[in-house]
C-alpha cells in the first residue's frame, strides 16, 4: 500500500516524518522531544550518515495504531483538547477518548500526558476510600459493558490503582454476563466470580452484619436484642450475595430504632468494616496490596 499523508497533521515547516500504518505525519522534531523522553533520547543518538528520507525528512517507522497516534497528536497540538471531556462524558466515551492518549504516552514516557489521562479515569476509578464515597454520592452510573473496557487498557498500560474498584464493580454484574463477556479475559472472569463470593462475605461479616445478626451493646438497658426484627428477608439476603456491595454506606438508622448505645456500637462497626474493606480490596482480586499496587503504578 503506498503511504498517504496524514491531512490534519502534515505541518509543510515539519522537521520529522512519523509513518504509522502507511500513514505519514510530518510535524516537528522539538515538539515530540519536549512532550517524550524516548523520543528526546532518539534525537540525541548520532544518527548514521544514510537516514532515510520522506519528503526531505528524516523518517520514524512506528508499530503503533494509527488512530492512537491521532489522538496523540491532537493533545499536543491543541492545549484545550481534554476541555472537550466534560463532568457528565460517560464512561464509555471517556475510555475511548483516554486509551490511544494512554497506550501511547505510556510506551514512549510522555509523562504529563499519561498522567492527565490518570486523573481522569481516577476520578470515576478511585484509590481511597474517600475517592469512592464521592463517586457512591457523585451516583456515577456504571453500565457493565462500559466498565469491563477498562480492566484491560489498566493491564496493557500498568495502571494498576483502578483495577480494585474496576474489579469490585464488575462483582456486581450477573455470572452469566461475566463468563459470555467477550473483552474480559478468562483470568479476569475468574477474578471477578471468585471476588464477588469474597465480598458477600465482607458484607456479612465486617460491614452490614447487624443487619442479618444483630448484637446488642453490652451497655443496652433497652433489650435491643430483643426488640430488633430481622430487617432483611430472605429474597433481599439472596439479592445481597449476587450482587454484593459492602462499601456502600448504610443511613437508615432510625428505622432500625435501636437505643443509643447499640446505635452507635452498630455504626462504629459499620465505619471500620467499610475501612478494613478498603483495605483488603485489592486481596480479594488477587491483586497484592495497596502499596504494592503504588509501587507498580509508580515504577
Excluded at 139 to 158: D, K
Excluded at 196 to 206: D, G, S, T
Amino acid at each position: 500500500m503506498p503511504i498517504v499523508r496524514h491531512p490534519e497533521f502534515y505541518f509543510s515547516d515539519g522537521s520529522v516524518v512519523i509513518i504509522v500504518e502507511k500513514t505519514a505525519f510530518r510535524v516537528h522534531q522539538s515538539v515530540l522531544a519536549r512532550h517524550s523522553d524516548v523520543f528526546n533520547d532518539m534525537w540525541d543518538v548520532p544518527q548514521p550518515n544514510k537516514v532515510e528520507l520522506y519528503d526531505g525528512c528524516p523518517t520514524v517507522i512506528l508499530s503503533d495504531s494509527v488512530n492512537d497516534f491521532v489522538d496523540v497528536m491532537r493533545v499536543i497540538y491543541d492545549a484545550f483538547h481534554f476541555d472537550k471531556l466534560k463532568p457528565d462524558t460517560n464512561l464509555s466515551t471517556l475510555i475511548t477518548f483516554i486509551a490511544g492518549i494512554l497506550r501511547v504516552s505510556t510506551k514512549y514516557s510522555m509523562q504529563q500526558l499519561r498522567n492527565k489521562c490518570i486523573s481522569v479515569i481516577q476520578e470515576k476509578f478511585p484509590s481511597t476510600l474517600r475517592g469512592c464515597d464521592e463517586v457512591l454520592t457523585r451516583g456515577i452510573q456504571y453500565v457493565p459493558s462500559e466498565i469491563v473496557r477498562i480492566i484491560p487498557l489498566a493491564r496493557e498500560t500498568v495502571l494498576p490503582k483502578v483495577l480494585p474498584w474496576a474489579f469490585y464493580l464488575c462483582a456486581h454484574i450477573s455470572v452469566d454476563e461475566i463468563l459470555a463477556n467477550s473483552v474480559l479475559s478468562w483470568r479476569d472472569k475468574a477474578l471477578c466470580l471468585a471476588g464477588k463470593e469474597r465480598l458477600w462475605e465482607m458484607q456479612k461479616k465486617k460491614t452490614h452484619g447487624f443487619l442479618l445478626d444483630f448484637k446488642q451493646s453490652p451497655q443496652c438497658t433497652q433489650q435491643c436484642q430483643t426488640r430488633v426484627s430481622r430487617s432483611l428477608k430472605l429474597e433481599n439476603i439472596e439479592t445481597l450475595r449476587i450482587s454484593p456491595h459492602p462499601l456502600e454506606e448504610y443511613t437508615d438508622w432510625k428505622s432500625l430504632m435501636l437505643c443509643i448505645k447499640c446505635q452507635s456500637m452498630a455504626e462504629a462497626q459499620h465505619r471500620d468494616g467499610r475501612e478494613k474493606v478498603w483495605q483488603m480490596l485489592p486481596g480479594l482480586f488477587h491483586l497484592g496490596t495497596w502499596d504494592d499496587i503504588c509501587k507498580d503504578q509508580s515504577c
